[in-house]
Each structure stands twice: as C-alpha cells, then as structure tokens.
Nanobody, 120 residues
Framework: VQLQASGGGLVQAGGSLRLSCVAS????????MAWFRQAPGKERECVSR???????TWSADSVKGRFTMSRDTYNTVLLQMNSLKPEDTAVYYC???????????????WGQGTQVTVSS
C-alpha cells in the first residue's frame, strides 16, 4: 500500500494542525496505522498508533492529551495536533504495519513525510 501524508506547516506555539494520511487502497482490518516523527539529529519515534479493526489508540507520553489519531474514511487516518510546542517540530511520517508496535522496523509502508514547524 502507498501512503500519502499531508497537512504539515508552520504554526505558532499553542496552535493546531491536522495531518492526513491517505492510503492507495482500502485499509485492511488487520492493519495498524502509526505516525512517527523525526527531528534533526534525533531518532525517528512513534508518537501515535491506531488499530484499524478496533479503533484502539496509543500515544506517546510526550503528546498524550494533545495529539489524537483517528480514522476518517476507509483509507484515511488523521492526526489532530493541538497545543503544539516548539519541541514538536519534526518531519512527520505515517506508516502501516500489522504489529501493535512502536518499532519502525515493524512497519512496511511509509508515507513521504510532512514538515511540522512550531515557532516559539
């Protein structure tokens, strides 16, 4: 499956952005969708994931209560990001896999990334 991420941009601290990830086909029920981010000089980290079959979600402690991942359509997931902080600045990637995992190696499809920049 091919993934297309969009919605990034420049926002002031405290603002909001909504990222979208569109798959090239219907997302199967066995799929786990995830959002990762990578800041300059840092490892790529999982910030949120969503189990397609149940709607179960997980968020990293650093974004809990501020970021919400949800299903939009049969092939689209969203990441609503509120109360953004400068430390949220990174390239954000959506990914698809089948493991309930935060390990990037467990994901077999990746979007191209979308830049999020939060100014102080």
């Amino acid at each position: 499956v091919q993934l297309q991420a969009s919605g990034g941009g420049l926002v002031q601290a405290g603002g909001s952005l909504r990222l979208s990830c569109v798959a090239s086909r219907r997302i199967y029920s066995s799929t786990v969708m995830a959002w990762f981010r990578q800041a300059p000089g840092k490892e790529r980290e999982c910030v949120s994931r969503f189990r397609w079959s149940t709607g179960a979600t997980w968020s990293a402690d650093s974004v809990k209560g501020r970021f919400t991942m949800s299903r939009d359509t049969y092939n689209t997931v969203l990441l609503q990001m509120n109360s953004l902080k400068p430390e949220d600045t990174a390239v954000y990637y959506c990914a698809a896999g089948v493991q309930w995992s935060g390990d990037r190696s467990d994901y077999f499809s990746w979007g191209q990334g979308t830049q999020v920049t939060v100014s102080s």
